[in-house]
């Protein structure tokens, strides 16, 4: 649809522009294609394909399109027609939006017998085959398509390829001349594609209503800046990628409008506006992807705009720029804007037989439908041909084009025309004409530049009106803060009157609650006192129960260590001494084994039991040794690696408090051997000036969320903590395992330092 969709400014199927496009240099992208051909054929594989033959044609169209062709020879092995049916229809979209339609045929014939079986999918193979015909120019084959995808899609009630079919029909009838069946083919699909959730059938139909049923440029500019607003719409992909859509979408429909709202402004030679849209084109079109094939034809549209502004510097830029990124020869260069543009540049300069030869190659090199500027280029030679006295040759062209500029007189085509017009009739001497001609000329000028004067009036009314509005809005304002303030005066003066009667009220109220306040206060006072000393009293009862517990657990520890303990050992040595003196093949031997055995390990057991009892090593070795003694008999297990950080406890500190700390270290090692499922813990005692601080932590499988309440040795560590005024805390770790924090224990007064067997500083096991 050349030219009533302006694919000219439009995104090829492998060009597009995407937030999500990947650019790959030639080696990368055979790497991944190579990758992606080893893996077996799943939906993702598919669409990571598809993706990387659609970013690779960004920079390397030829490359594309042989993987394409190797991959749906690949894909039809598979028998998967949805597959299938993506590949083709972007195969041939790809061929037929360069012009490609004798490659373009075949390809949607195969995409037609391909999703014959599936409605829906032979509804956009249909559609794509009247697209095909439409822009080849083939009207017999363009109606018969047009009547079956009509009849298919009623069939299915498929009203988005209903409007779109009706779109083409309307644009079909354009080149017929048939203007009211024309328009009211668009204003069916108008009708068919509103309320659709995909807005692109919806857009093609006003886009085309605009295009062609408004010959007013005025109306024109008015129908296109408000599709601008449905330009936005999310469903309006700008380059959706293979498998997100397969039926018929317009290519980048927001700079599509912007491109038509700068040729329209180019017409009526509003050429500060129509610079402002062209600049957004590019913006929107160019600079994403700057490699991109078509950005050496928007370098010389932007060249155009740029001598119309009359800035020839930025011009010959964008010129230069477009001649090297068209490569090759000059004369070769397919592109009708390089040659206008480079012709305007030559005749500035004042070579004028250059510039004709410019303007003469640019009447071989196609039309000016999808140019920035309409003006036909035969009028830019004709200015050129009088210049050079050629009267006859520039004659012709002038006479050919009559109809345009009559069709077109109050443009910028109908301008141009009779400015070369009388520059001709001036030339030749024929002052009558001339004089017409100029009058003419003078006419159209003036209508442009008031209609010109008129929107710019428009937009200064607009902007009063808002100005007005915004003032009335103000005045609004001010007066309700005018208000709103006299209301605060009249609310603080009842306000003070209100709030002194309440504060007299309420001076009253207080003696009387002050009275009842402070006998409330006496009694609580009173309550307060016999609670503490009942705390107290609880206090040193758990104290000397613990104490008492603390010296029997000693007395029962001395027993075992120095009564039992001894004989158990003697009782070994007797049994060791008799295996000495019997001779190995006796019976009795491994009786005696046996027993010498059972006898060590009741002495270890006794042992043990006394350790737990009473730390020994505290008193004997220090509390620092008593804990590093802890660490290894916990590492001997091979179970959990423990490591101990003590820190300070360097002078002598009471027995009892000494004890509490390791049996409370001693209670959380265990827990963690007995629950935690931990390989490795840390134990950090650190001893401040007031107080001692106790961290231990593992990496088991944490406390449990639910756990609603604590075990038996947890409470005789709450217990203990809060006889010395201290506080813990236990939590999960958020990477896994419990830590438990012991704060603020209080610590008694040191003893004196010769009683006490600690002098190491840090110790780490």
Known sequence: MKGWLLIGIGVCWLLGVGAWARTYTDAEAKVAWAQLQRQSLTETTFRETCDLIQDVGQTNLPLAYEWLEKYQRRVQKT?????????????????????????????????????????????????????????????????????????????????????????????????EGQQEAMCADFNEGIRLAAGLSNKNALFMARHSRASYCLTDLQQQVMAFDSLLT????????????????????????????????????????????????ADMVYDALVRPNPKAPMVPYFNAEMAIVRLYQGNSKQARAFLDSSRRQFGGTEGKIPYLSYFLAAGLLAEQDGQLAKAADYYKQSLTKGTTAASFSRIPPELFYVGVLV???????????????????????????????????????????????????????????????????????????????????????????????????????????????????????????????????????REALHQSKLEQLEQQRQIELMQRVMEAEENERRSIADQLHNEVNPLLAVATLNVSSALESVSPEMSVVPKLNKAQYMLESVSSTVRGISHRLTPLLIEQLGFRMAIDDLAISVNMSDK???????????????????????????????????????????????????????????????????????????????????????????QRKAEGGTLVVIDNLEMPEAMDSGSFPENQSQSIS
């Open 640 to 730: 959990v690696r423990l490591t101990t950080i003590v820190v300070g406890f360097e002078k002598a500190l009471p027995l009892p408090f000494l004890s509490d700390l390791y049996r409370i270290v001693q209670e959380l090692v265990q827990n963690i051997l007995r629950h935690a499922q931990a390989t490795e813990a840390t134990v950090e005692i650190i001893e401040h000036d007031r107080h001692v601080t106790i961290m231990v932590d593992d990496n088991g499988l944490g406390i449990g969320a639910d756990a609603a309440n604590d075990g038996h040795g947890l409470q005789m560590i709450r217990a203990k903590v809060a006889l010395r005024n201290g506080q813990l805390d236990v």
């Open 230 to 277: 449905l330009a936005t719409d999310s469903t309006l992909a700008h380059s959706p990628r293979f498998y997100q859509r397969t039926t018929v979408y317009f290519r980048s429909p927001r700079p599509t409008v912007l491109f038509k709202l700068a040729q329209l402004n180019m017409l009526l030679t509003d050429y500060d506006n129509a610079g402002k849209f």
């Open 79 to 175: 028998g998967n027609r949805r597959w299938m049916h993506v590949l083709l229809i972007n195969w041939g979209k790809g061929y037929e939006s360069l012009n490609h339609y004798d490659e373009a045929e075949p390809i949607f014939r195969r995409a037609r017998l391909n999703a014959k079986t599936i409605p829906l999918l032979y509804c956009q193979a249909l559609t794509y085959t009247v697209q095909l015909y439409f822009d080849w120019g083939k009207p017999d084959s363009l109606s018969h398509y047009l009547e079956l995808g009509e009849q298919v899609a009623r069939s299915v009630n498929d009203r988005e390829t209903l409007s779109l079919l009706r779109t083409f029909r309307g644009a079909s009838r354009s080149r």
């Open 387 to 521: 210049r050079m006295g050629q009267y006859e040759k520039a004659q012709t062209m002038l006479n050919a084009l009559a109809t345009a500029a009559t069709t077109n007189r109050y443009s910028a085509i109908g301008l141009y025309y009779y400015q070369s017009l009388a520059s001709l009739n001036k030339a030749q001497g024929n002052y009558g004409q001339y004089g017409n001609a100029l009058d003419t000329y003078y006419a159209i000028r003036d209508s442009l530049t008031s209609l010109n004067q008129y929107r710019a009036v428009q937009q200064i009314l607009a902007r009063v009106r808002i100005s007005d509005k915004e003032q009335q809005i103000q005045r609004l304002n001010n007066e309700k803060e005018t208000r709103e303030k006299q209301l605060q005066r009249e609310r603080l003066f009842y306000g003070v009157i209100i709030g002194l009667a309440l504060l007299i009220i309420g001076l009253l109220t207080l003696y009387v609650r002050n009275r009842q306040v402070r006998a409330r206060q």
